[in-house]
């Protein structure tokens, strides 16, 4: 594949996944990770800080669009940091030093991605007939935070894509979660994309720093594409953002599976 396909086909994508999550705070590595690893054939595990430098460069055009209209320092993005940074740490160093294959990886995350997507749909459908559940304590989200900083770590996909769909189907509203996931993810994904630097200096033997050019590209996709899926968020739906979230963790996962298993 040419130098010039990759970097279209890169860009491409982070336009299209970043139009579609960032409305629900979602950043859209987790659904770079396929195109990464089957088109673009970035190796493993350089796959995870690729994806990490993605979020770095692309989450900031729907910041950017979200703080015209709330600020990001919210005391939900205080909370859901004090999980995430100590998180994606410790994911860092396990998908280093302990599951740098590509097997686990993919079955890891469809076994993760498949009963969360089945169960944001299910919620979707079911909302209506059911009463609002009651807003989660701030010690259940420091602790999901904390496990989906970690999963953040090991897969590079920042956190924000696990939290997102778990606080927005504890009945937090989208429009809160967007822009403190989304905020929470880039922080994590710097510090996330530190650790692999610093690990690449000194572990010998994987392909541990990142892709430049396809993160870096990507990203300058998703920067647009966020942008404009932010932009469009106050006119969409709310179940029909849940909807979508759902739909596409339970594509990605069949995806994956079906990679492993070939």
């Known amino acids: 594949m040419s130098v010039a396909t990759?970097?279209?086909?890169?860009?491409?994508a982070g336009v299209v996944v970043s139009v579609v999550t960032a409305p629900v705070g979602v950043s859209g590595a987790v659904f770079l990770l396929p195109v990464q690893l089957?088109?673009?054939?970035?190796?493993?595990?350089?796959?995870?800080?690729?994806?990490?430098?993605?979020n770095v460069v692309s989450i900031p055009g729907a910041l950017a669009r979200y703080r015209q209209r709330a600020p990001l320092r919210s005391?939900?993005?205080?909370?859901?940091?004090?999980?995430?940074?100590?998180?994606?740490?410790?994911?860092?160093?396990?998908?280093?030093?302990?599951?740098?294959?590509?097997?686990m990886f993919r079955l890891f995350v469809a076994t993760l991605l498949l009963p969360l997507g089945l169960w944001l749909c299910l919620r979707t459908y079911r909302r209506a007939s059911r009463p609002t559940p009651a807003p989660p304590s701030n010690r259940f989200i420091v602790?999901?935070?904390?496990?989906?900083?970690?999963?953040?770590?090991?897969?590079?996909?920042?956190?924000?894509?696990?939290l997102s769909p778990i606080l927005v189907?504890?009945?937090?509203?989208?429009?809160?979660?967007?822009?403190?996931?989304?905020?929470?993810?880039?922080?994590?994904?710097?510090?996330?994309?530190?650790?692999?630097l610093l690990l690449a200096i000194f572990t010998a033997g994987h392909d541990i720093a990142p892709d430049w050019t396809i993160g870096i590209v990507c990203?300058?996709?998703?920067?647009?594409?966020?942008?404009l899926?932010?932009?469009?968020?106050?006119?969409?739906?709310?179940?029909?953002?849940?909807?979508?979230l759902g739909v596409l963790a339970i594509a990605t996962a069949l995806i994956y599976v079906t990679q492993a298993l070939s």
């Open 38 to 54: 089957s088109v673009l054939e970035v190796p493993n595990p350089a796959v995870t800080p690729t994806n990490l430098l993605f």
């Open 219 to 227: 990203g300058l996709g998703g920067l647009c594409g966020g942008y």
């Open 229 to 244: 899926g932010a932009h469009l968020q106050p006119f969409l739906r709310e179940s029909a953002l849940r909807l979508v």
């Open 143 to 162: 602790a999901i935070a904390l496990a989906a900083g970690v999963v953040g770590g090991i897969y590079g996909i920042g956190g924000g894509s696990l």
């Open 6 to 12: 990759v970097v279209l086909l890169s860009f491409i």
């Open 75 to 103: 005391p939900l993005t205080r909370v859901l940091l004090a999980g995430t940074l100590p998180g994606v740490v410790a994911g860092a160093v396990i998908r280093v030093l302990i599951i740098p294959g590509p097997q």
């Open 169 to 196: 189907g504890r009945g937090v509203p989208v429009n809160t979660v967007a822009p403190a996931a989304l905020t929470s993810t880039f922080v994590t994904s710097v510090a996330g994309a530190i650790t692999y």
